[in-house]
């Protein structure tokens, strides 16, 4: 019988000295806890609550739609910097690279870099400042200038497989912090967005780019908003929801983050660690399994409901043009499991990027602190995509048949909600 | 995973096992001889796992802790490896057969994995609240 701590406390300065390798299961890629679930009382009052938001919503809301989308806001005479800023984060990107080539295995800063500071801060970073992939690009660095034209048949859906590769990596990778790991995948990344922009131009970024899909789907919530002919207005969220302009692949793209941010929630569950670890597909191919049901299951419950508001409502093809209602959901999962990954191991990356003689403290947010943000964002996010799925209906249906036919979508919405109410539960 | 038929079946295993007797090295940092550690004393949060050919018996769970609560866990591996209770940061030899205890303060709260470093086994997931 032996037993071999380290350290006397388990946050102290032989914190370091403890190996970090061959981490498995980690749910976020990197961070050595996850969220408690949350009380059942949270998870009721917040079910009543979108329950009741969706019906008054069908009754109450107007009848007339009032989001103006793109050509809504303040216009600001503000020019912002972008090459200098791109620059800065070429530098960055170096520094991050650096970390993993050549840093060491323990308290190795790299991953924290990637999965806590860019991955997870780029929400509340878009949130509060708009597209700001968009503006710190480095990618954007290189010259616009098309070969050919981007096929519009593309779309959004090579941003749609670069963020189910992101999520594979976090997510069902045998070593997602590892440092061969994350190098693949930032070699892939460089290599396909270099390609992409020295044939198409800029434009591939605006598309293809998964972190910019990302950050800019984020950032139409965003007091600042930049339209689509560059100009930067101060607008409303729902006007910045409604500019977001349907293109094959958006609905892919919203499901791949709200069916990963799922499969997120339940990969940690006792029932599926075991079935991860015993049956006989083998850990990564359970796991891929897995998140590729995920994602379908998101995907089919939208497809069914989009198809059962059109027949109800007398329109065609309105699965693309719903897709921006999902966004404030897609945001809300995102961030009721991140904020604490956040918060906790974002104050691990700073100390460990930047050398700090200083310690994480585990107890900066508390586990009630944590479950009201994590069930506020969920209901925020279902209250928003109600919102903007009622004005688009009004928009988009006769108005005879606008109520009726919104019920698929709030049906859609309430699963939806319910669903991530249930993973914090889990 | 707590009951008192657990803490009896380890006090059986401790005696059959012919541990050491009992050490407070495992408090200070940097003393590298082994430690022996006691049965789970009552009131400890205490799981007890077998992992073999693979298998973590019984299946991969949660283990409840209040915050400030002892937590006592007791892996016998039927292959060398390491154990890793994440956050906590303890860690502790795994010998063929030989059961090791790891032994902690739940200080902190959350969920937090106990692996296997060269297995890659979840063996419980430790719930401070």
Same mark, same amino acid.
């Given at each position: 019988?032996?037993?071999?701590?380290?350290?006397?406390?388990?946050?102290?300065?032989?914190?370091?000295?403890?190996?970090?390798?061959?981490?498995?299961?980690?749910?976020?890629?990197?961070?050595?806890?996850?969220?408690?679930?949350?009380?059942?009382?949270?998870?009721?009052?917040?079910?009543?609550?979108?329950?009741?938001?969706?019906?008054?919503?069908?009754?109450?809301?107007?009848?007339?739609?009032?989001?103006?989308?793109?050509?809504?806001?303040?216009?600001?005479?503000?020019?912002?910097?972008?090459?200098?800023?791109?620059?800065?984060?070429?530098?960055?990107?170096?520094?991050?690279?650096?970390?993993?080539?050549?840093?060491?295995?323990?308290?190795?800063?790299?991953?924290?870099?990637?999965?806590?500071?860019?991955?997870?801060?780029?929400?509340?970073?878009?949130?509060?400042?708009?597209?700001?992939?968009?503006?710190?690009?480095?990618?954007?660095?290189?010259?616009?200038?098309?070969?050919?034209?981007?096929?519009?048949?593309?779309?959004?859906?090579?941003?749609?497989?670069?963020?189910?590769?992101?999520?594979?990596?976090?997510?069902?990778?045998?070593?997602?912090?590892?440092?061969?790991?994350?190098?693949?995948?930032?070699?892939?990344?460089?290599?396909?967005?270099?390609?992409?922009?020295?044939?198409?131009?800029?434009?591939?970024?605006?598309?293809?780019?998964?972190?910019?899909?990302?950050?800019?789907?984020?950032?139409?919530?965003?007091?600042?908003?930049?339209?689509?002919?560059?100009?930067?207005?101060?607008?409303?969220?729902?006007?910045?929801?409604?500019?977001?302009?349907?293109?094959?692949?958006?609905?892919?793209?919203?499901?791949?983050?709200?069916?990963?941010?799922?499969?997120?929630?339940?990969?940690?569950?006792?029932?599926?660690?075991?079935?991860?670890?015993?049956?006989?597909?083998?850990?990564?191919?359970?796991?891929?399994?897995?998140?590729?049901?995920?994602?379908?299951?998101?995907?089919?419950?939208?497809?069914?409901?989009?198809?059962?508001?059109?027949?109800?409502?007398?329109?065609?093809?309105?699965?693309?043009?719903?897709?921006?209602?999902?966004?404030?959901?897609?945001?809300?999962?995102?961030?009721?499991?991140?904020?604490?990954?956040?918060?906790?191991?974002?104050?691990?990356?700073?100390?460990?990027?930047?050398?700090?003689?200083?310690?994480?403290?585990?107890?900066?947010?508390?586990?009630?602190?944590?479950?009201?943000?994590?069930?506020?964002?969920?209901?925020?996010?279902?209250?928003?995509?109600?919102?903007?799925?009622?004005?688009?209906?009004?928009?988009?249906?006769?108005?005879?048949?606008?109520?009726?036919?919104?019920?698929?979508?709030?049906?859609?919405?309430?699963?939806?909600?319910?669903?991530?109410?249930?993973?914090?539960?889990? | 995973?707590?009951?008192?038929?657990?803490?009896?079946?380890?006090?059986?295993? *401790?005696?059959?096992?012919?541990?050491?007797?009992?050490? $407070?090295?495992? &408090?200070?940092? !940097?003393?590298?001889? /082994?430690? =022996?550690?006691?049965?789970?004393?009552?009131?400890?949060?205490?799981?007890?796992?077998?992992?073999?050919?693979?298998?973590?018996?019984?299946?991969?769970?949660?283990?409840?802790?209040?915050?400030?609560?002892? *937590?006592?866990?007791?892996?016998?591996?039927?292959?060398? $490896?390491?154990? &890793?209770?994440? !956050?906590?940061?303890? /860690?502790? =030899?795994?010998?063929?057969?030989?059961?090791?205890?790891?032994?902690?303060?739940?200080?902190?709260?959350?969920?937090?994995?106990?692996?296997?470093?060269?297995?890659?086994?979840?063996?419980?997931?430790?719930? *401070?609240?």
């Amino acid at each position: 019988m032996t037993a071999l701590p380290h350290g006397t406390a388990p946050w102290g300065a032989g914190y370091l000295d403890v190996a970090r390798r061959g981490e498995v299961l980690i749910a976020h890629g990197v961070g050595d806890r996850a969220d408690l679930p949350i009380p059942l009382f949270y998870a009721y009052a917040g079910a009543l609550a979108a329950l009741v938001v969706s019906f008054l919503a069908l009754g109450l809301l107007w009848a007339d739609s009032r989001f103006r989308g793109d050509r809504a806001g303040v216009t600001l005479n503000l020019r912002l910097p972008a090459r200098p800023l791109r620059v800065l984060t070429l530098v960055a990107a170096a520094y991050t690279v650096g970390w993993l080539l050549l840093g060491p295995e323990a308290g190795n800063a790299g991953a924290y870099l990637v999965y806590v500071l860019f991955w997870v801060g780029l929400i509340p970073a878009s949130l509060l400042f708009g597209p700001v992939w968009r503006l710190l690009n480095p990618f954007r660095l290189l010259p616009d200038r098309p070969r050919r034209p981007l096929p519009p048949r593309l779309g959004y859906w090579p941003a749609a497989l670069g963020l189910l590769a992101f999520t594979w990596m976090e997510l069902v990778a045998p070593e997602p912090a590892a440092p061969p790991t994350l190098l693949a995948f930032l070699t892939l990344y460089a290599a396909a967005q270099t390609t992409g922009t020295l044939v198409y131009g800029h434009g591939w970024l605006e598309r293809g780019d998964p972190f910019e899909v990302y950050s800019t789907l984020a950032g139409q919530l965003a007091p600042i908003g930049r339209r689509a002919d560059g100009t930067l207005v101060l607008r409303g969220p729902f006007d910045g929801l409604d500019a977001i302009r349907p293109a094959p692949g958006l609905v892919a793209t919203v499901c791949v983050l709200l069916g990963s941010t799922g499969y997120d929630g339940f990969s940690t569950t006792p029932a599926w660690v075991d079935a991860l670890q015993s049956g006989p597909l083998g850990r990564a191919g359970l796991g891929t399994a897995g998140l590729l049901a995920a994602i379908a299951a998101v995907a089919l419950l939208y497809g069914a409901c989009l198809w059962l508001a059109g027949r109800i409502g007398g329109a065609r093809d309105l699965a693309p043009r719903f897709a921006h209602s999902l966004v404030p959901i897609a945001i809300g999962y995102l961030i009721a499991h991140y904020f604490s990954l956040l918060v906790i191991e974002g104050q691990r990356a700073v100390i460990l990027s930047l050398g700090l003689d200083a310690e994480v403290n585990p107890d900066l947010v508390s586990p009630p602190v944590i479950a009201t943000v994590q069930v506020l964002a969920i209901i925020a996010g279902h209250v928003a995509g109600v919102v903007a799925a009622h004005d688009r209906s009004v928009r988009l249906l006769p108005p005879a048949k606008a109520v009726a036919g919104q019920i698929p979508l709030f049906v859609l919405m309430l699963c939806y909600t319910l669903g991530g109410l249930t993973l914090l539960l889990a | 995973m707590r009951g008192r038929g657990v803490c009896a079946v380890l006090i059986a295993v *401790v005696a059959t096992a012919g541990c050491g007797p009992l050490s $407070d090295t495992h &408090h200070r940092p !940097g003393n590298s001889h /082994e430690v =022996a550690t006691a049965a789970p004393v009552p009131g400890e949060a205490h799981a007890e796992i077998t992992v073999e050919a693979g298998r973590v018996r019984p299946p991969s769970g949660w283990l409840e802790a209040a915050r400030g609560q002892t *937590v006592s866990i007791t892996v016998t591996s039927d292959v060398p $490896d390491e154990l &890793h209770v994440h !956050g906590y940061d303890v /860690e502790a =030899a795994l010998r063929p057969g030989e059961p090791a205890t790891v032994r902690f303060v739940a200080d902190m709260t959350g969920v937090f994995e106990v692996e296997t470093h060269n297995s890659h086994l979840v063996l419980v997931q430790v719930a *401070v609240r």
